[in-house]
């Protein structure tokens, strides 16, 4: 299981590393929530995928899931929503405000 999620992991790299790459606001926008989506998942598979035990149940157990990871996953969730809608707002008020999503016609001719 380990194997497909890290070609899951590779996978959601390279499209969002190619997202950020190209000349489109919103792609870029887009590029960087599926590269976090990506650590998620690398974050998920590098605390190693456990079934079938509940993370919290007490001294005796003898097989128990890490809640950490998890609750760190959420957070970064939580805080990667609201890096989203900031930035899509950001890029509605460039984009109504410059009228273009091209980030080289928003660069200006200064550094061409």
Do not use: C, W
Not at 56 to 68: I, K, M, R, T
Not at 87 to 112: H, I, N, Q, W
């Amino acid at each position: 299981m380990e194997i497909i999620m890290s070609v899951t992991v590779g996978i959601l790299f390279a499209v969002g590393v190619y997202l950020i790459l190209s000349r489109s606001l919103l792609r870029l926008v887009l590029g960087i929530s599926i590269l976090s989506h990506g650590v998620h998942l690398l974050l998920m598979t590098m605390a190693r995928l456990k079934t079938g035990a509940p993370p919290l149940l007490g001294e005796n157990a003898e097989q128990y899931v890490d809640p950490l990871p998890q609750a760190l996953i959420l957070t970064s969730i939580v805080i990667n929503f609201g890096l989203l809608s900031f930035f899509f707002v950001l890029a509605y008020r460039s984009y109504l405000k410059l009228k273009t999503d091209d980030m080289e016609e928003v660069r200006g001719p200064k550094y061409e």
